[in-house]
């Protein structure tokens, strides 16, 4: 799975469902375990589990809202609509109770997007992780990606989802306190595209290292559906009304 860190305003993705459902040996669980209602460990009646009524209720009033207001998720629903992969949010998003250091995740074996919702508490964050699981989605839709056994494209996917989410927006940075000048935005979407390859992949720190790096440039400079790195909320405005008048101006021509 493509997953998201439950930390303020800090969150990534998950890949696939477990091997071992496709009639092969579980070696690796790809982060699964970290949604435990993925592997269909789900709460039984007069459990704990219950008490997540208010949180899933929440959940699907923010993930509502997200769909109707974030401008980043409308230009990603929409350039799905367009590619032939229309969302859904009954079908598509699923509001579930997770490990407490994910904040939602892709699952690319259902084509669901997995919202944490004991994780989710702010209409902010919940708007990123939206937009940060679209960009996964919409990699699911517009190309043949490998999520089980490509680092390549798995990397490719975290680049772009760290790039264009605001996960490395100048506001999201500096309330994490981290600090820089030149190349900054590149160094923290190579940071985060490392540790949610590690998250949800057994290998090691240098051989992520190395596959971030063999695709970075290509990837950090694939912007779209956007157009451009959305670095605000404004940006993302901007990209959306130019996503909404691309017919307008090619029927000019």
Known sequence: MAQSRAEEDDYRNKQPMHEQQHGEPKQEDYGYSLYPERSGSKYKQGSIGESLFTFKHKCHIML??????????????????????????????????????????????????????????????????VTHELIHAFDHCRARVDWFTDFRHLACSEIRAANLSGDCSFVNEVSRFNFGLKEHHQECVRSRALRS?????????????????????????????????????????????????????????
């Open 197 to 253: 390859i590690l998250a949800v992949r057994k290998v090691s720190r240098e051989e992520a290292e190395r596959v971030v790096d063999e695709v970075f440039d290509s990837c950090f400079r694939d912007h779209a559906p956007f157009g451009r790195i959305p670095h605000s909320k404004k940006d993302a405005k901007f990209a959306y009304r130019d996503f909404e008048n691309r017919d307008r101006y090619y029927a000019n021509l």
């Open 64 to 129: 509502q809202f997200a769909m109707d207001t974030s401008p980043y998720a409308k230009l990603l629903l929409a350039a799905m609509r367009t590619s032939g992969c229309a969302v859904h949010k009954d079908r598509h998003f699923s509001c579930e109770d997770c490990d407490g250091t994910v904040s939602g995740g892709f699952d690319a074996a259902t084509s669901q997007i997995v919202l944490c919702q004991n994780n989710i508490h702010q209409q902010a964050h919940m708007n990123r992780v």
